[in-house]
């Protein structure tokens, strides 16, 4: 069982994946990567959310940005989206992950600040301790 589940939209996310990835490895902690699109792999992304026993989602994703509050309506656990620099330099997703509604909380750190996203997921998981 992993305590934290990687989720990017998009294979052109890897990037800010990687970053994620390094600062959890360094510090020891268990994650799972998936590419899950929540427009183009509604489904798959529904099934993996719910066979899941992670305590912790990082959704990265770009444009629309819809991942991390797709994964946050379908669970209780923390969501921490990670916008990804476009034609926009990332603000589009940025707005996008922090103008979540009431009820459907997303924290959300810097456009392709996928360090802190792992930093932020790894004080979380201290909280048990």
């Known amino acids: 069982m992993a305590d934290v589940a990687i989720i990017s939209g998009s294979v ?71 916008p990804v620099s476009g034609t926009l330099n990332g603000l589009d997703a940025l707005l996008a992950i922090a103008q979540m509604p009431k009820g459907v909380p997303v924290a959300c750190v810097g456009v392709d600040n996928g360090e802190n996203a792992a930093w932020l997921a790894i004080r979380i998981l201290k909280l048990k301790d």
Do not use: C, F, M, W
């Open 12 to 82: 052109s996310d890897a990037k800010v994946t990687d970053k994620v990835k390094k600062v959890l490895d360094e510090n020891g902690v268990s994650y799972d990567a998936q590419i899950l699109s929540a427009h183009r792999d509604p489904d798959k992304l529904d099934a993996y959310i719910k066979t899941r026993t992670v305590k912790i989602y990082i959704a990265i994703a770009g444009l629309s940005a819809a991942l991390p509050g797709v994964i946050a309506s379908k669970t209780d656990k923390p969501v921490i989206g990670v």
